[in-house]
């Protein structure tokens, strides 16, 4: 969600942070600021809106060679200037990510000394706290220390002390934080783009750690206790975090997806025989847990490997999940799926699980992400890092992983089939949707049936085409349409139908004929077995057949569809209103 980014070294620290925070506006913001000193002084500029805007107020001649910076996704008040970070009090300015379960008693405490607030958040009373303590202690350390005591919540800080000027001071308790090495400075950041431009080395802080940057980054446990960390190498590079020629990431994505897949081919399939994919023999039940787009991965997957075995597979969201008794029967494995393998609602479930001495498998993107620590098994995707905030690769690989998950009870894996995959998605997206989504995109509403596998796409569709486009859009099972949602259509309604199966295929026809009949225009979407002609669809894209997989192939116009529509719409495809690319509160 929010993006925070603090930068010490012999670099203008101001470039370093405005450039910190473009490379994260992909995590969702709503306004922005830096704070740094320049001659003796902390300087402070914050702006509603864009980065960009916060540039533009920022003077051309500034230079400091120390500073923080954040993007900011209101919580606790609404998007303003007063309400962005850094804030300040006393001797203290600092950024926040998270919530402060406990900010109101401690917002009480502080206004009995007669303390005037000047925003409506929750991080301007952790500025107040750490100042009053700060009077207190003389030492920031000690300081710090106080938080994880103190603070009641989720949070990453960086903190300028007034009276340490060439120090900046970080802490993370479930919130992320790296600190970032390089040969001209340290950083702290929210994730590894922020940092990728000046280095690819970087350390990972664990809850309540506590990092001071100076002339080199020191860490502390909860105790106070210096300790040491592994320095780690991100494999990506500052390029494959920018958009290359691409008119958006998210367009970039959608074409990194074959490129993906035929990564994973080679990781994971060798001789027509699987490596490095957890045995889940000894299991009878499995639990997969996410949350959105992982969801519907997730959901994918209980159709694969419940076709292939003899599991039962539940699917849920994370966070309801985390409120219904989960029972340990000995023959369970919870599957936590997350792409940036810190959405705080999937951890707390993972967390729950492990509390009954449950096995843990995770399907991450993220290297050394919280639930990839914290879980038993882990199968990384390898996505690279993915900058659009509607997941697109991410989700291709996550729907893969699971389907290599379920061929270990195939006989036989047709690993031909799996090989040709990577250029059947690059064929489809080649192919232009443009014409399609000018049929559609000034609708108010629009649905997406299916049946089995398909209607878990629709899910996807759907949510991409909402998100993306802020189009009206639901997904709905094909033979519940006459349970009551299809009083909804009306003459022109468009609907987007999947058929790839068929033993599905004679139903959902009848079902597409019943909104044909009611004046829906209809866009069928159907495996080129199963392709026919007929008078119930007003537009068809024909995949071509893959007998190992077709959701991929399926997932192609799904998000190319979205993508056009959006651009049709004037959209902010990278950045959709209100939404986060990793929620983490």
Same mark, same amino acid.
């Given at each position: 969600?929010?993006?925070?980014?603090?930068?010490?070294?012999?670099?203008?620290?101001?470039s370093?942070?405005?450039?910190?925070?473009?490379?994260?506006?992909?995590?969702?913001?709503?306004s922005?600021?830096?704070a740094?000193?320049?001659?003796?002084?902390?300087?402070?500029?914050k702006?509603?809106?864009?980065?960009?805007?916060?540039?533009?107020?920022?003077?051309?001649?500034v230079?400091?060679?120390?500073?923080?910076?954040?993007?900011?996704?209101?919580?606790?008040?609404? +998007?303003?200037?007063?309400?962005s &970070?850094?804030?300040?009090?006393?001797?203290?300015?600092?950024?926040?990510?998270?919530?402060?379960?406990?900010?109101?008693?401690?917002?009480?405490?502080i206004?009995?000394?007669?303390?005037v607030?000047?925003?409506?958040?929750?991080?301007e009373?952790?500025?107040a706290?750490?100042?009053?303590?700060?009077?207190?202690?003389?030492?920031?350390?000690?300081?710090m220390?106080?938080?994880?005591?103190?603070l009641?919540?989720?949070y990453?800080?960086?903190?300028?002390?007034?009276?340490?000027?060439?120090k900046?001071?970080?802490?993370?308790?479930?919130? +992320?934080?790296?600190?970032?090495?390089?040969?001209?400075?340290?950083f702290i950041?929210?994730?590894?783009?922020?940092?990728?431009?000046?280095?690819?080395?970087?350390?990972i802080l664990?809850?309540?750690?506590?990092?001071? =940057?100076?002339?080199k980054?020191?860490?502390?446990?909860?105790?106070g206790?210096?300790?040491?960390?592994?320095?780690?190498?991100?494999?990506?590079?500052y390029?494959?975090?920018?958009?290359?020629?691409?008119? &958006?990431?998210?367009?970039? #994505?959608?074409?990194?997806q074959?490129?993906?897949?035929?990564?994973?081919? #080679?990781?994971y399939?060798d001789?027509d025989?699987?490596?490095?994919?957890?045995?889940?023999?000894k299991?009878e039940?499995?639990?997969?847990?996410?949350?959105?787009?992982?969801?519907?991965?997730?959901?994918?997957?209980?159709?694969?490997?419940?076709?292939?075995?003899?599991?039962?597979?539940?699917?849920?969201?994370?966070?309801?999940?985390?409120?219904r008794?989960?029972?340990?029967?000995?023959?369970?494995? @919870?599957?936590?799926?997350?792409?940036?393998?810190?959405?705080?609602?999937?951890?707390?479930?993972?967390?729950?699980?492990?509390q009954?001495?449950?096995p843990?498998?995770?399907i991450?993107? @993220?290297v050394?992400?919280s639930?990839?620590?914290?879980s038993?098994?882990?199968?990384?995707?390898n996505?690279?890092?993915?900058?659009?905030?509607?997941?697109?690769?991410?989700?291709?690989?996550? /729907?893969?992983?699971?389907?290599?998950?379920?061929?270990?009870?195939?006989?036989?894996i047709?690993?031909?089939?799996?090989?040709?995959? +990577?250029?059947?998605?690059?064929?489809?997206?080649?192919?232009?949707?443009?014409?399609?989504?000018?049929?559609?995109?000034?609708?108010?509403?629009l649905?997406?049936?299916?049946?089995?596998?398909?209607?878990?796409?629709?899910?996807?569709?759907?949510?991409? =085409?909402?998100?993306?486009?802020?189009l009206?859009? #639901?997904?709905?099972?094909?033979g519940?349409?006459k349970?009551?949602?299809?009083?909804?259509i009306d003459?022109?309604? +468009?609907?987007?139908? =999947?058929?790839?199966?068929s033993?599905?295929?004679?139903?959902t026809?009848?079902?597409i004929?019943?909104?044909?009949?009611?004046?829906a225009?209809?866009?069928?979407? /159907?495996?080129a077995?199963?392709?026919?002609?007929?008078?119930?669809?007003?537009?068809?894209?024909?995949?071509p057949?893959?007998?190992?997989?077709?959701?991929?192939t399926?997932?192609?116009?799904?998000?190319?569809?979205?993508?056009?529509?959006?651009?049709?719409?004037?959209c902010?495809?990278?950045k959709?209103?209100?939404?986060?690319?990793?929620?983490?509160?």
């Amino acid at each position: 969600m929010c993006g925070i980014v603090g930068y010490i070294g012999s670099y203008n620290a101001v470039s370093v942070l405005i450039e910190g925070l473009k490379a994260l506006e992909y995590r969702g913001y709503d306004s922005s600021g830096v704070a740094f000193i320049e001659n003796n002084n902390i300087e402070i500029y914050k702006k509603c809106g864009k980065v960009n805007v916060l540039e533009e107020s920022i003077p051309k001649e500034v230079c400091s060679n120390i500073g923080i910076g954040h993007t900011r996704w209101a919580t606790h008040g609404g +998007p303003s200037d007063k309400n962005s &970070h850094p804030h300040k009090v006393g001797k203290i300015t600092l950024v926040h990510n998270g919530i402060i379960d406990n900010y109101l008693v401690l917002k009480n405490e502080i206004l009995k000394s007669g303390y005037v607030f000047n925003s409506d958040t929750d991080t301007e009373v952790v500025a107040a706290m750490l100042n009053t303590w700060y009077k207190e202690e003389k030492d920031m350390l000690k300081v710090m220390l106080r938080c994880k005591k103190e603070l009641k919540g989720s949070y990453a800080l960086g903190v300028i002390c007034e009276d340490e000027q060439n120090k900046i001071y970080g802490i993370r308790n479930e919130s +992320p934080l790296i600190v970032g090495v390089a040969e001209d400075g340290l950083f702290i950041a929210s994730d590894v783009p922020a940092i990728l431009k000046y280095t690819n080395k970087y350390q990972i802080l664990e809850n309540n750690d506590i990092v001071v =940057l100076n002339e080199k980054a020191t860490i502390y446990n909860k105790d106070g206790i210096e300790i040491k960390k592994d320095i780690l190498t991100f494999e990506g590079n500052y390029e494959s975090a920018t958009k290359g020629g691409y008119e &958006h990431f998210m367009l970039k #994505e959608i074409n990194e997806q074959p490129s993906v897949i035929k990564k994973l081919i #080679e990781m994971y399939i060798d001789s027509d025989k699987l490596k490095e994919i957890p045995d889940l023999s000894k299991y009878e039940d499995i639990d997969i847990v996410a949350c959105g787009s992982a969801y519907h991965a997730g959901l994918v997957g209980k159709y694969y490997l419940e076709r292939n075995s003899n599991l039962r597979v539940n699917v849920d969201i994370a966070s309801e999940y985390v409120y219904r008794p989960i029972r340990n029967s000995g023959k369970k494995l @919870v599957i936590i799926i997350s792409q940036s393998g810190e959405t705080a609602d999937t951890l707390a479930c993972l967390r729950s699980a492990k509390q009954e001495k449950l096995p843990i498998l995770s399907i991450v993107n @993220v290297v050394g992400s919280s639930i990839a620590r914290e879980s038993d098994m882990v199968i990384y995707t390898n996505a690279g890092p993915e900058i659009a905030v509607a997941t697109t690769k991410a989700f291709c690989a996550q /729907v893969f992983i699971l389907y290599l998950l379920s061929l270990q009870y195939e006989k036989q894996i047709l690993t031909n089939e799996i090989k040709k995959i +990577p250029d059947l998605i690059n064929e489809q997206v080649k192919t232009s949707f443009t014409k399609l989504a000018e049929t559609i995109y000034k609708h108010d509403h629009l649905f997406f049936i299916g049946r089995s596998i398909d209607y878990a796409m629709c899910m996807e569709g759907s949510l991409k =085409l909402k998100e993306c486009s802020y189009l009206h859009s #639901e997904s709905y099972p094909a033979g519940e349409l006459k349970h009551g949602t299809i009083s909804l259509i009306d003459e022109g309604t +468009p609907v987007i139908a =999947l058929i790839t199966e068929s033993y599905t295929a004679p139903k959902t026809i009848g079902s597409i004929k019943e909104v044909k009949a009611r004046g829906a225009y209809v866009i069928l979407i /159907v495996t080129a077995d199963l392709d026919e002609e007929g008078d119930y669809y007003d537009q068809r894209i024909v995949i071509p057949k893959n007998k190992a997989i077709d959701a991929l192939t399926v997932l192609m116009p799904l998000q190319l569809i979205a993508y056009e529509v959006a651009k049709l719409r004037n959209c902010d495809i990278d950045k959709p209103k209100n939404l986060a690319k990793s929620v983490t509160v």
